[in-house]
């Protein structure tokens, strides 16, 4: 069983919509939550970076985590065609990152 | 605006050749890593180094090395090339005790 589960997608929503993406967990013991976005043929960047249980705000971004659940949520307001994407979560190890595999997010104009 | 480099972005090379994926940061950090991730799937650490003359392998089992000479560099080395070696390889780099992470674009490798 992998640490971090995230449904591949595609996940296709009408431009202004309400996107919401998932990822579950294994390890009780992460701490930092992170979520990447990814464009084709570029490396991740970081969006989001959470510590421990709560909500995370920073303009149309919402960053949810869930420790009770091992349960971490990207929320994206008023979704853009610049949104499309593929966005990765991630949570630290020690001494390393464990990502997601990613969901890929298509916004249609 | 780019603060880590990779190159080359992009290389095909033929089985058994020798190759070097170069990376460099300009950000001063201590951290650097390399994953490797083919489409669809998580990204698998190979490599990493906490700083100069400091580095470790990873998760991934991987005939690669690599060495950490200057604080800002962190080359990645294929003695021999081989089809599996097929991948996008990912250099990233972070301050010490911090996870936010940034990542270069990547060398897309072919071994044909």
């Known amino acids: 069983q992998k640490e971090v589960e995230q449904d591949p997608g595609p996940l296709s929503v009408p431009e202004g919509a309400i996107v919401s993406l998932n990822c579950t967990y294994s390890?009780?013991?992460?701490?930092?939550f992170m979520w990447y976005r990814q464009y084709s043929r570029k490396g991740p960047e970081l969006l989001m970076y959470t510590y421990s249980s709560g909500n995370k705000e920073d303009g149309r971004f919402t960053a949810q985590v869930d420790k009770s659940s091992k349960y971490i949520s990207l929320f994206i307001r008023d979704s853009q065609p610049s949104d499309s994407a593929t966005y990765l979560c991630a949570m630290d190890s020690s001494y390393k990152l464990i990502f997601g595999s990613g969901t890929r997010l298509l916004v249609r104009p | 605006e780019a603060d880590i480099y990779q190159t080359p972005r992009y290389l095909v090379i033929g089985t058994g050749k020798k190759i070097t994926l170069e990376c460099s940061q300009t950000?001063?950090?201590?951290?650097m890593y390399w994953y490797q991730q083919d489409p669809g799937m998580e990204l698998h650490l190979i490599h990493y180094s906490y700083g100069v003359n400091s580095t470790e392998k990873g998760d991934l089992s991987s005939e690669s090395t690599v060495s950490r000479i200057r604080t800002e560099h962190f080359p990645l080395t294929l003695e021999s090339a081989r089809p599996s070696h097929t991948s996008q390889y990912l250099c990233?780099?972070?301050?010490?005790?911090?996870?936010?992470?940034?990542f270069g674009s990547g060398t897309r490798l072919t071994v044909v």
């Open positions: 390890n009780s013991a992460f701490q930092y």
């Open positions: 950000m001063g950090h201590d951290k």
């Open positions: 990233a780099s972070s301050r010490a005790g911090d996870y936010g992470y940034t």
